[in-house]
């Protein structure tokens, strides 16, 4: 059996955690002959929690699944150890009323800790996607405690918002979402965000000639796609869980996996100057890979309109960032 590919899962009693591992362990992403081993982290008062998870996790007696370690955060680096990939989920998600950025005084301080720990444990080539709220800004609070880890080894998870834009255009065209293609997420992962439609295309078509109501595109698409975490909280009560675990799930395949030809996938990274986006901070943006090496697609041009809306969500990163000078490294 070849070497198992480890991840980490911080949170992984939790709603996502919950909805993630066992597909994780099933051999969904790396496929069937390709052993994976889970490492576990939660609070220690949800050790036990997450005993039952382990329990579960042992009875679906997945042929992939090699081993389960658990740690709880005073022992972070256990946790990390060897860890080629890191899914960052452990943190509190918000209530109805509350803004994503509302978190960061009770989330970024998490973050820290997470970073030194993944530089100081996890595997020399180790991939981090931060799903936690702000997923933008924490994952920056962590990458800059973790010097050792390169910068585009980090992502912070805007394939949701991703998803429910493809989504929303499918249905509003009458397609199915397989053949709404290169959209993009610019930005935060914040009601700033920007959902590219002018670049994304169905059945070839670009957006903008595939639907007509231009209106719709720059009105209730967007708000829909901005505000659809808060539904989902005022609806099911509680933040999203299934669709954010199936959306970091199709992180891990995005940045593993070569990038079909025609498609893109989004998830904010550390800009180096693209677009004349400010260098460092974690800005979503459009990436193709080649299952190695990702790059920001280069070339796409923006009417005034959407250069207003991405330069909105950039300059609110940048304030975030202000924020939190004090914890980062
Ligand atoms: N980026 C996205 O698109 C996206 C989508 C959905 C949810 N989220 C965010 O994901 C996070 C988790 O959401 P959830 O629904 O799973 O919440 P949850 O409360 O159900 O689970 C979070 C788990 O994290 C654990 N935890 C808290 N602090 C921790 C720490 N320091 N170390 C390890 N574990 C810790 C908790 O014990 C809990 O079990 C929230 O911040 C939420 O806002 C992001
Ligand atoms: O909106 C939230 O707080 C949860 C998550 O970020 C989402 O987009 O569903």
Known sequence: MSKPVRIAVTGAAGQIGYALLFRLASGEVFGPDQPVHLNLIELPHAMDALGG???????CAFPTLEGVTTADSDHLEDGFRDADYVMCVGSVPRKQGMERADLLKVNGGIFGPT???????AAENVKVIVVGNPCNTNC?????HAPRVPRENWFAMTRLDQNRAKSQLAQKAGVGVGDVNSLAIWGNHSPTMYPDFDHARIKGTPVPQ??????WLK???LTTV???GAAIIKARGASSAASAANAALDTLKDITRPTPEGEVFSA??????????????????????????WQVVEGWEH???????IQASVDELKSERDTVRDLLG
């Open 115 to 121: 970073g030194r720990a993944i530089d100081a444990a």
């Open 210 to 215: 595939a639907i007509s109501d231009h209106d």
């Open 219 to 221: 009105g209730e698409f």
């Open 268 to 293: 904010a990274i550390c800009s180096t100057g693209q677009y004349g986006i400010e260098e460092g901070i974690m800005c979503s943006m459009p990436l193709r890979t080649d299952g190695t090496t």
């Open 53 to 59: 998870v382990v329990m579960e996790l042992d009875d």
């Open 303 to 309: 009417d005034e309109f959407a250069q207003a809306k």
């Open 226 to 228: 901005q505000q659809r």
């Open 140 to 144: 920056l609070i962590a990458m800059s």
